[in-house]
């Protein structure tokens, strides 16, 4: 229990604040446009104290100070009143900035309520309201400005409000497919059961999931509306009175600065607009990266290289009469993360499969299972290393090969059937397509007739009949896709296919169908299957050999008569007793107190030790060694040794 | 002749529309989502609803908490006759009948505290003012749902819970409003299979304790034993099997109770069994199949299921199955 209270007091300091301060600070490009903008607000709010001179008067002004190039006394030159270009600047930023922020902070707000209105309501209301949005976007932004500025007074707050009246569009499209994304999530759902209105639930569950998207979309309406104001002015339009950058340059150029060479005039408010346009973009980039991290790659793809080790002597692993296809010994794989400590999610794993095994490899969530099946083809997101230990496939090293010799053992050798089949296919491509491609991918030169056939043949083999090869994965029903999954894992005639989770979101016929089909393509094809599952029950009903995981480590590893029948170690043990059992159904279910380990926050001795019922002092201090039972039957628990 | 149920659901359904009538077709297509659905509960009683993906089941839960309108048919709910309740009718019923949803990843805001989350209800029916008051309503629903002591959870966001921690929060929230019937959709099935049984005993516990009914809806009849008093078997927008939980396990009837109850995987490679692998998935509920809606995946179907929708047929006192060949 103390253990977990450790736990708790470790996580409970992260809010999403502090989260969100911790990547933003990290993220080169948001936090150099920050400083950019915060600069230039500087400047613009303390215009008074900065400026070296005061543009509001003309006094002491005479006609020689006209277009002065840059000296001493006025560092970016006089425009064509001969007053200081720099003070003219700030000033300018003052009124650029103005105009920029006011006329974004009505775009938003209209753009989001349409947005918001739209998404939620659907309907009627929807149609009217987008319909509306296309028709102002497709009217041209600047001739419909100039128009409307040239009818009406050009006064700065008359340009603040038709610039924000019309800029409103792209928020709003973009913040009603925001909207509908998270309207069909669970939560609002589960908010109408309890009896939410429209109102709350817009308030406390739409708004809060839009609004990374709007302080975006914001930065970027800023940048455009300080552009739209900066052109009106030059083109003549804007308020005489408010000496904004786009009016500086409006002066210089109508006033002759080109032809008296002032090319300071043009160039210091050109620069202005430059300054902030970037600052904001680079902003609005950076934070959109920092919100939505899964823009950056977080694929699966070849990891860190090896550390190379001596594998650990371990006592051999028991010979069976069939072939050794796979051999893992002492398998080490850590995600290695700077700044943090290394998550050990597998730490000296080993198995050994036959040909024709059917080995079951079985944890909770978060124990490493994933990781340690990834990790036989080095494929994992980019922060996992393999640090110890060594893969042999078919007598080969796989921790010792090329990227190019991994190749030839990536799907061709071993085969992974992905967890969540909707996700792991192409909605875009037909079925046949996807497999199609996975074929041509591995295998040498066949002619395309060949191909087909062969398409033909895999999902014949997983009872896809033909007439189904070119339908789209949303025509197929949950159980078909994970079907279809499986062919395009044979379609390379792997020795080995990973059968990661393949049941899991699946109803308990399907499930069965789904197992019935595995066990007859093994008989068949003479495949060896690893079934990664955190469900004892499946595994029970066809496998030859189980591989406990806990908290990155094996509990237990045997033949599966023993494993249901004489576990030794404690948590197979408890596993097994939180099984309903129906022939005695009233019985209490027996349950597993507490929560798998962190894999970054590890107990110093037996991970499993907070957990376990007949934990002993030295449990919590030592980490128990893999112990040798008899034959091939292992368990990593003191309370064995004897 | 009519006894009170606690809640008595008579001959709902629940049809969606499919295709509207358009140049090509004049007929207007529905799916069958709940067909012809009859069934009542007891206060303090739970019954569970077994059946595959796309039987219906789940619709039958929204429609009874009011989040779909039924096509026809009756609700009643304490006497009182709730199918066509207004909003804020609707807005009340909530108090007494809550839902737990399936997908505890899903089901939470996830910029909400579990404070906030669990709040939410009392905020939203305007039920405490009294903030300490709440406070401590809240405190209690989290500890009743086993989040003990509720202090170290109350600030903390959902992706910092475990699934399972994060459905006792489902299952909070739930509580917050004592109802005095809980719908649980899947509850348990996104959850590993060590945190299945914790949840599933902190259910029974529940209605033992605060005399809830409960409505468990599952795929898995491997699970409906512990704590079921009734089951009730669902093919297709129908009951097929509905009886008394000993009854179904030990003596089922229709050949898709039987079935169902083949697949449970058994935990022990000594008692690999026959199973009844149903071949095909759940028909498309658009185009029901005639006579009998079983009769292409049944086993021992015959010719006379093909014409006639079996009716049902009583085997004991409170146990009865929709199939010919009993």
Redesign the interface.
């Known amino acids: 229990m103390e253990a977990q209270?450790v736990e708790?007091k470790v996580?409970?300091k992260?809010?999403?604040f502090l989260d969100f301060w911790k990547t933003f600070s990290r993220n080169r490009m948001a936090v150099v446009g920050l400083v950019m903008l915060v600069t230039i607000i500087l400047v613009a709010v303390f215009a008074e104290q900065i400026a070296p001179y005061d543009v509001t008067t003309s006094a002491n002004i005479t006609s020689r100070d006209i277009y002065k190039p840059p000296s001493a006394a006025h560092w970016f030159g006089t425009d064509d009143a001969g007053k200081d270009v720099f003070s003219n600047f700030i000033y300018g930023a003052r009124i650029s900035l103005t105009v920029g922020f006011f006329a974004a902070f009505i775009s938003i707000f209209i753009g989001g309520i349409i947005g918001i209105v739209a998404g939620f309501y659907g309907g009627r209301v929807e149609n009217l309201l987008m319909r509306f949005t296309d028709v102002m976007l497709v009217i041209p932004d600047l001739p419909l400005l100039v128009v409307i500025v040239a009818m009406t007074k050009p006064k700065l707050m008359n340009i603040i409000f038709v610039i924000g009246l019309l800029g409103w569009t792209t928020t709003s499209r973009i913040v009603r497919s925001q909207t509908l994304a998270v309207k069909s999530?669970?939560?609002v759902?589960?908010?109408?059961?309890?009896?939410?209105?429209n109102m709350?639930i817009i308030r406390?569950?739409i708004l809060?999931?839009v609004m990374p998207l709007l302080v975006v979309n914001a930065i970027l309406v800023i940048s455009l509306a300080i552009l739209n104001e900066s052109t009106l002015s030059f083109l003549g339009l804007g308020d005489p009175t408010a000496l904004s950058w786009g009016q500086m340059l409006n002066f210089a150029f109508g006033r002759g600065a080109m032809s008296a060479g002032a090319w300071w005039a043009l160039v210091v408010p050109g620069l202005g607009i430059v300054w902030v346009v970037l600052g904001l973009t680079l902003l609005g980039h950076g934070l959109e990266q920092v919100l939505n991290p899964r823009l950056e790659t977080h694929h699966l793809m070849p990891g860190r290289p090896v550390v190379q080790t001596e594998a650990g002597n371990s006592s051999p692993i028991l010979r069976s009469a069939r072939p050794v296809l796979l051999e893992v010994r002492d398998l080490s794989i850590h995600y290695i993360t700077e700044g943090k400590p290394p998550a050990r999610a597998v730490e000296n794993v080993s198995f050994t499969l036959h040909e024709g095994e059917l080995m079951g490899l079985v944890g909770?969530?978060g124990c490493g299972k994933t990781t340690l099946m990834l990790g036989l083809l080095r494929l994992w997101p980019a922060a996992g290393q393999i640090v110890g230990g060594k893969v042999h496939f078919m007598g080969r090293d796989v921790t010792a090969m090329s990227e190019q010799e991994l190749l030839d053992v990536r799907w061709d050798g071993i085969s992974i059937i992905f967890q969540g089949a909707m996700n792991a296919l192409n909605p875009v491509r037909t079925i046949g397509d996807q497999i199609r491609e996975a074929i041509i991918k591995h295998v040498a030169i066949l002619p395309g007739d060949k191909v087909d056939d062969r398409v033909v043949e895999l999902l014949d083999l997983v009872g896809i009949t033909a007439d189904h090869k070119e339908h789209f994965p949303y025509q197929y029903?949950?159980?078909?896709r994970q079907r279809a999954m499986i062919a395009m894992a044979l379609a390379c005639n792997p020795q080995v296919v990973i059968a990661d989770e393949p049941t899991t979101a699946l109803?308990?016929?399907?499930?069965?169908?789904i197992l019935?089909l595995l066990d007859s393509l093994r008989k068949r094809l003479g495949l060896s299957i690893i079934f990664v599952t955190?469900?004892?029950?499946?595994v029970?009903?066809m496998?030859d050999s189980v591989l406990v995981m806990y908290g990155g480590v094996t509990a237990e590893y045997s033949d599966?008569?023993t494993i249901?029948?004489s576990a030794r170690h404690p948590y197979t043990q408890?596993?097994?007793k939180?099984?309903?059992d129906?022939s005695k159904?009233?019985?209490?279910?027996?349950?597993?107190?507490g929560?798998?380990p962190r894999l970054d926050a590890l107990p110093a001795g037996c991970r499993f030790a907070p957990r376990c019922p007949v934990a002993i002092e030295r449990c919590h201090l030592e980490q128990p060694a893999l112990h040798r039972l008899n034959g091939r039957h292992v368990a990593s628990c003191h309370l064995v040794e004897e | 002749m009519t006894q009170e149920y606690f809640l008595e659901v008579q001959n709902l359904k629940k049809y969606f529309l499919a295709g509207k009538p358009n140049l090509f077709s004049r007929k207007v297509k529905h799916v069958h989502a709940v067909d012809d659905v009859s069934l009542h509960l007891e206060r303090g009683e739970v019954i569970a609803l077994v059946g595959?993906?796309g039987c219906g089941k789940s619709t039958l839960a929204l429609t009874l908490?009011g989040?779909e309108k039924s096509t026809e048919g009756k609700i009643i709910f304490e006497g009182i006759d709730i199918t066509h309740a207004d909003e804020k009718a609707?807005?009340l019923l909530?108090?007494r009948i809550?839902?737990v949803?399936?997908?505890p990843y899903?089901?939470?805001?996830?910029?909400?505290t579990i404070e906030e989350i669990v709040a939410?209800?009392l905020?939203?029916?305007h039920l405490t003012p009294d903030l300490e008051e709440r406070h401590a309503r809240v405190v209690r629903a989290l500890e009743d749902a086993g989040l003990k002591p509720a202090d170290?959870y109350l600030?903390?966001?959902p992706h910092?819970l475990?699934?399972?921690?994060r459905q006792r929060v489902?299952i909070a929230?739930?509580l917050v409003?004592e109802p005095h019937l809980l719908l649980a959709d899947e509850p348990v099935s996104m959850l590993?299979?060590?945190?299945?049984?914790?949840i599933?005993?902190l259910l029974?516990d529940l209605r033992r304790s605060r005399q809830i009914s409960i409505i468990f809806i599952t795929?898995?009849?491997?699970?409906v034993?512990?704590f079921a008093d009734r089951v009730a078997v669902m093919y297709l927008g129908r009951i097929v099997e509905i009886g008394k939980?000993?009854d179904v396990?030990e003596n089922p009837q229709h050949p898709y109770t039987k079935?169902?109850?083949s697949?449970?995987?058994?935990?022990?490679?000594?008692l690999?069994r026959e199973?009844v692998?149903?071949?095909g998935?759940t028909p498309n509920p658009i185009d029901l199949p005639s006579g009998c809606r079983f009769h292409p995946r049944c086993p021992i179907a015959t010719e006379e299921c093909r014409q006639t929708d079996p009716p049902y047929v009583e085997i004991a006192p409170k146990h009865k199955a929709a199939c010919l060949k009993i």
Do not use: W
Not at chain 1, 477 to 480: D, L
Not at chain 1, 507 to 513: E, K, T
Not at chain 1, 585 to 593: G, H, T, V, Y
Not at chain 2, 219 to 223: A, E, F, M, Y
């Open positions: 209270l708790h996580i409970a992260s809010s999403p999530r669970k939560f759902l589960r908010a109408r059961a309890i009896g939410a209105g709350h406390h569950h809060p999931l909770e969530s029903s949950g159980g078909m109803d308990v016929m399907i499930q069965a169908q019935e955190h469900d004892l029950g499946v029970a009903e496998c599966v008569d249901y029948n408890e596993l097994l939180a099984f309903p129906l159904p009233e019985k209490r279910l027996a349950s597993i107190p929560y798998p | 595959e993906s908490m989040l609707q807005k909530r108090q809550q839902m949803f399936q997908d899903e089901s939470l805001n996830p910029t909400q939410e209800p905020v939203v029916h170290i600030r903390r966001f910092e475990s699934g399972g921690q489902v929230s739930a409003l590993d299979v060590s945190i299945r049984a914790e599933l005993n029974a795929h898995d009849l491997g699970t034993g512990y939980m000993r396990l079935a169902l109850l697949v449970i995987p058994v935990p022990n490679p000594r690999r199973r692998i149903l071949q998935e």
